[in-house]
């Protein structure tokens, strides 16, 4: 079976501060990786996904991840965090051969900016 | 814009109703889905459809239905049976469903927050 863990419920950063949301998985064979972003009473927003190529991966307001097949991660980073950035945060996966009826949501992290 | 609308955004339930949530999506995706969201748990599957007139249970249907009669239209039925309904529920949608269409990214509906009194 798959899953994903994010072992940590909260970080908190000062603002300008790099900032890491860490994320592993367990999955058959290869991965489709996902980070969402959730605002409080919000649906989740898609932020970036890693499907095949490059290991670091780009995507929206600033953020990035990078894959790392040997220890099975997929950390969310960002060089300066702002107190906007602040929310829950869901890492995603399932597998290559599968289905998106497979995909396996992380608890999710809230992250806190401190101003 | 384009985009899922989700609706009532909150709800209140006595014991023993059924209540229906409504979702509707214009980004003219084939694939719909349901999932729950409760406090310090990860998004679980509830109902999921590929195309319309027809759907699949996820990974907690027990005490739910839904319907699929329109593309644009997935509506979630909490029945009575349904012994803990009191939760955050979210639509999402996307292009595909199966290879690397499976892959494009959900688009979540804003929510609605449903509970039972």
């Known amino acids: 079976a798959q899953s994903v863990a994010q072992p940590e419920d909260q970080v908190n950063v000062a603002e300008g501060n790099p900032l890491t949301v860490k994320c592993t998985y367990s999955v058959s064979g290869n991965p489709y990786l996902f980070w969402y972003v959730q605002y409080p009473n919000r649906g989740l927003q898609f932020l970036l996904k890693y499907i095949t190529g490059d290991n670091l991966v780009k995507g929206s307001y600033g953020f990035e991840a990078e894959f790392n097949k040997s220890q099975t991660s997929f950390h969310l980073k960002k060089p300066s965090a702002l107190v906007s950035d602040s929310a829950l945060y869901f890492c995603a996966v399932r597998g290559t051969s599968g289905s998106a009826r497979q995909l396996t949501f992380g608890s999710g992290t809230q992250l806190t900016v401190l101003p | 814009d384009g985009g899922i609308t989700q609706s009532p955004k909150y709800l209140f339930r006595k014991e023993g109703q059924n209540v229906t949530l409504s979702c509707e999506q214009n980004?003219?995706?084939?694939?719909m889905y349901w999932y729950r969201q409760d406090p310090g748990q990860g998004l679980r599957l509830i109902y999921y459809s590929q195309i319309v007139n027809d759907f699949q249970k996820g990974d907690i249907a027990e005490g739910y239905s839904v319907s699929r009669e329109k593309k644009e239209s997935f509506p979630l039925t909490v029945t009575s049976a349904q012994k803990n309904p009191t939760a955050f529920y979210l639509c999402a949608s996307s292009i595909g469903f199966k290879g690397l269409s499976g892959a494009n990214v959900l688009t979540f509906g804003a929510g609605s927050r449903l509970t039972v009194l």
């Open positions: 980004l003219n995706h084939d694939a």
